[in-house]
Each structure stands twice: as structure tokens, then as C-alpha cells.
């Protein structure tokens, strides 16, 4: 049987959660079998990251530095959304570095139709014009909201499942998880790309984790890309003092993801600045083939660049 003949959406929980506890180099072997299969190119994608308007959200998410629930605590400073001009300048300076993805996400609870929104269009257009894959993140979003994003050009959307529907009630109060399916799906309606995955490190059991990607797995059509990111434990969020997730365990979740969805670029995202690029260079040997790129993601440090084009260089990978 090809692999091609595995692609998969009925994944049973057990079954994820047997994977994703198995021997590490039968789970690394199984996974780099599938990887090569759908992705013989042995590319890494850079996605540049760029925070649009920064803190003040209203959600009240455990993990996240911006949300207003614990500014006082953070000290984050709030920024209201960024000028076009601006954005599309470091557009440019992320392309000249490399990227060929920019991401740009805003710290809102949804979309709302007005004077923002249409500085984002003007954002995604500017981007997609460059010759780059745009990206946003913005919060919920509505069907028509998701088709004018289309016809602007947009490439992906990004929004997370981040967790278990389970666990997801001890993280985050003020949406649901069904408000979060219900934004993929319309992603998914407007021909836009998905983005979509989750965090480890928050508390969370294994069978959480692998409700996730069961979740993720068993959607009509697979995400293109799945973030997987280790929680940066941020000062002055009620996570601000959790241990950092166990590099392996990261592999582990790449790994398992890659055999569940055999085409996506499972991305290694937040919390990469805590790997050695042996445990980067484990995580691309299970099946990650995008990272991001840049110093900084929305309003924590990332990986220095210089040392990321030399990681892939000694890897012997090449930038997509
Ligand atoms: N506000 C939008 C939303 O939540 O849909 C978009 C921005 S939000 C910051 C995007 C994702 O970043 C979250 O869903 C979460 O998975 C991830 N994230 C945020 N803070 C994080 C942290 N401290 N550690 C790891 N991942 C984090
Ligand atoms: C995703 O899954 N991870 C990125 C992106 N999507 C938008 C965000 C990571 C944020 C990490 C915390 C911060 O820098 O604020
Ligand atoms: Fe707001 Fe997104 Fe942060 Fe949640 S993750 S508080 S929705 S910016």
C-alpha cells in the first residue's frame, strides 16, 4: 500500500495517543518515511512574523501576553494597528532577509468591517504584490470577511486550535472551541489556505495532545499548515511560571503530525529559541519543514537569523 492510499480522517484517539507515545525512533522512522514521500523537495519554509496591533485583546487566553486580562501584570503596552507603509517596509526587509511567507496577526477577538479591516486589505494586497505568501491572524472571522480576504490575495489564515476541546475550558473563557471550527470552516469555504494548530507545555495530558491533532486530522480537508508551538511561559500570565515543555515531547507532536496530515508543512514555531539545533534538526528529521523566521514572533524573542540560514545550511536543507 502507498502512503499516498494512508491519507487519513477517521483517527481514533487511542490510536494518536499510542503514536505519540511510542518508541521515539520507530515514531521518528515512520514519520521521516511519510516526509520524505510528500516531500521529497527537502525545503524549509521561512514565515516572517509581524504583530499588527499588539495587546489589549479581550480574550483572556492563559498563555498570551496580549490579552488585556493581564496587562497590568505583563506590562505590556498596547499599540493600535500599524500604518500600511510601515508593514509593507517590513514586508520587504523580511523578503530581502529570506522569507517567503509574512505573517501578520492582531490581537483581536474577531474582525470587525471598518477602517481596520481595510488597512488589512491594503496590507494583504501590498504583500501578495511583493511576490510573498500572505498570512494573518486576526481573531473570528465571517464568511464574507473570509472572501474578501481571498480577493485580496491572502494565502493563509491562521487560527489555532491550540488544545484539546477539553482542556480549551481551562485556557480560555470567552470563546469556544466551536467558534474556533466555525472561523476554520469559513477559512476553508473562501478558498484561503488553513493555518492551524495548537501549543504543548500548558498543562495539557497526552490525550489532550492527541485529541488535537485527531481533531485537526479528521477534517474534511487536512490544514496546509499546522503550527506547532512549545508555550513561552510569559511573566504575569497565569502561565508565566510553568516549566518549559521537554524538547523530545515536541518531536514527538511534529512527528505525530506528519504521519497524520502527510502533505501539510508542520511549522516549529513558538518556543524554538529553547531548542539546541539538534533538537531543531530532530524536530525537521520528524516531519517539520517550516519555521519562523525573524527576532521576533508577535511579542517574544525568536531564534537569531544568521544562526537559522547556517542550522539549514548544515542540514543540508533548502529554503523554500
Ligand atoms: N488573536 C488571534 C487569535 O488568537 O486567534 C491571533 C494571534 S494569537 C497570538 C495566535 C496564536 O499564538 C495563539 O492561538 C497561540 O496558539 C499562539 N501563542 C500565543 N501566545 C503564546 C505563547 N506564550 N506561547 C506559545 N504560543 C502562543
Ligand atoms: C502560531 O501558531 N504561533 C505564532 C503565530 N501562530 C501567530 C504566534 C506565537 C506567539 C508567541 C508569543 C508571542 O511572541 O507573543
Ligand atoms: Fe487575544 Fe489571540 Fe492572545 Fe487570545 S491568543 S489573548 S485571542 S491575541
Not at 499599540?79 to 500600511?84: H, R
Given at each position: 500500500m502507498t502512503q499516498q492510499a494512508e491519507m487519513r480522517h477517521d483517527w481514533k484517539t487511542d490510536e494518536v495517543?499510542?503514536?505519540?507515545?511510542?518508541?521515539?525512533?520507530?515514531?521518528?522512522?515512520?514519520?521521516?518515511?511519510?516526509?520524505?514521500?510528500?516531500?521529497?523537495?527537502?525545503?524549509?519554509q521561512l514565515a516572517s512574523l509581524l504583530s499588527i496591533k499588539t495587546g489589549a485583546c479581550p480574550e483572556d487566553c492563559k498563555y498570551c501576553p496580549q490579552s488585556a486580562h493581564y496587562a497590568k501584570k505583563t506590562g505590556l503596552k498596547k499599540e493600535s494597528l500599524m500604518d500600511v507603509d510601515a508593514v509593507l517596509e517590513k514586508a520587504k526587509i523580511a523578503k530581502e532577509a529570506g522569507a517567503s511567507r509574512f505573517c501578520m496577526g492582531a490581537a483581536w477577538k474577531q474582525v470587525r468591517e471598518g477602517e481596520d479591516f481595510d488597512k488589512v486589505?491594503?496590507?494583504?494586497?501590498?504583500?501578495?504584490?511583493?511576490?510573498?505568501?500572505?498570512?494573518v491572524t486576526l481573531g473570528m472571522l465571517n464568511q464574507e470577511q473570509a472572501d474578501r480576504l481571498a480577493k485580496a490575495g491572502l494565502k493563509a489564515y491562521n487560527h489555532n486550535l491550540d488544545t484539546s476541546p477539553e482542556f480549551y475550558k481551562e485556557i480560555i473563557t470567552t470563546r469556544t472551541y466551536q467558534d474556533r471550527l466555525d472561523t476554520i470552516d469559513c477559512v476553508r469555504k473562501?478558498?484561503?489556505?488553513?493555518?492551524?494548530?495548537?501549543?504543548?507545555?500548558?498543562?495539557?495530558?497526552?490525550?489532550?495532545?492527541?485529541?488535537?491533532l485527531e481533531i485537526l486530522a479528521n477534517m474534511a480537508v487536512h490544514p496546509e499548515s499546522v503550527p506547532i508551538n512549545a508555550l513561552v511561559p510569559?511573566?504575569?500570565?497565569?502561565?508565566?511560571?510553568?516549566e518549559r515543555v521537554d524538547p523530545l515531547e515536541l518531536v514527538r507532536m511534529v512527528a505525530t503530525?506528519?504521519?497524520?496530515?502527510p502533505k501539510a508543512r508542520v511549522r516549529l514555531?513558538?518556543?524554538?529559541?529553547?531548542?539546541?539545533?539538534?533538537?531543531?534538526?530532530?524536530?525537521?528529521?520528524?516531519?517539520a519543514n517550516s519555521i519562523f523566521y525573524g527576532e521576533k514572533l508577535l511579542t517574544t524573542a525568536n531564534n537569531d537569523t544568521n544562526e537559522d540560514q547556517e542550522m539549514i545550511k548544515d542540514a543540508g536543507l533548502k529554503v523554500a
Amino acid at each position: 500500500m502507498t502512503q499516498q492510499a494512508e491519507m487519513r480522517h477517521d483517527w481514533k484517539t487511542d490510536e494518536v495517543v499510542e503514536m505519540l507515545e511510542s518508541p521515539l525512533m520507530e515514531l521518528l522512522y515512520k514519520a521521516q518515511g511519510i516526509h520524505r514521500e510528500h516531500h521529497e523537495d527537502n525545503t524549509v519554509q521561512l514565515a516572517s512574523l509581524l504583530s499588527i496591533k499588539t495587546g489589549a485583546c479581550p480574550e483572556d487566553c492563559k498563555y498570551c501576553p496580549q490579552s488585556a486580562h493581564y496587562a497590568k501584570k505583563t506590562g505590556l503596552k498596547k499599540e493600535s494597528l500599524m500604518d500600511v507603509d510601515a508593514v509593507l517596509e517590513k514586508a520587504k526587509i523580511a523578503k530581502e532577509a529570506g522569507a517567503s511567507r509574512f505573517c501578520m496577526g492582531a490581537a483581536w477577538k474577531q474582525v470587525r468591517e471598518g477602517e481596520d479591516f481595510d488597512k488589512v486589505i491594503e496590507m494583504v494586497e501590498g504583500v501578495t504584490a511583493m511576490d510573498m505568501e500572505a498570512c494573518v491572524t486576526l481573531g473570528m472571522l465571517n464568511q464574507e470577511q473570509a472572501d474578501r480576504l481571498a480577493k485580496a490575495g491572502l494565502k493563509a489564515y491562521n487560527h489555532n486550535l491550540d488544545t484539546s476541546p477539553e482542556f480549551y475550558k481551562e485556557i480560555i473563557t470567552t470563546r469556544t472551541y466551536q467558534d474556533r471550527l466555525d472561523t476554520i470552516d469559513c477559512v476553508r469555504k473562501s478558498g484561503v489556505t488553513v493555518c492551524s494548530g495548537g501549543i504543548i507545555g500548558m498543562g495539557e495530558t497526552i490525550t489532550d495532545r492527541a485529541r488535537m491533532l485527531e481533531i485537526l486530522a479528521n477534517m474534511a480537508v487536512h490544514p496546509e499548515s499546522v503550527p506547532i508551538n512549545a508555550l513561552v511561559p510569559v511573566k504575569g500570565t497565569p502561565m508565566g511560571e510553568r516549566e518549559r515543555v521537554d524538547p523530545l515531547e515536541l518531536v514527538r507532536m511534529v512527528a505525530t503530525a506528519r504521519i497524520m496530515m502527510p502533505k501539510a508543512r508542520v511549522r516549529l514555531s513558538a518556543g524554538r529559541e529553547m531548542l539546541n539545533r539538534e533538537a531543531q534538526i530532530l524536530c525537521m528529521m520528524g516531519g517539520a519543514n517550516s519555521i519562523f523566521y525573524g527576532e521576533k514572533l508577535l511579542t517574544t524573542a525568536n531564534n537569531d537569523t544568521n544562526e537559522d540560514q547556517e542550522m539549514i545550511k548544515d542540514a543540508g536543507l533548502k529554503v523554500a
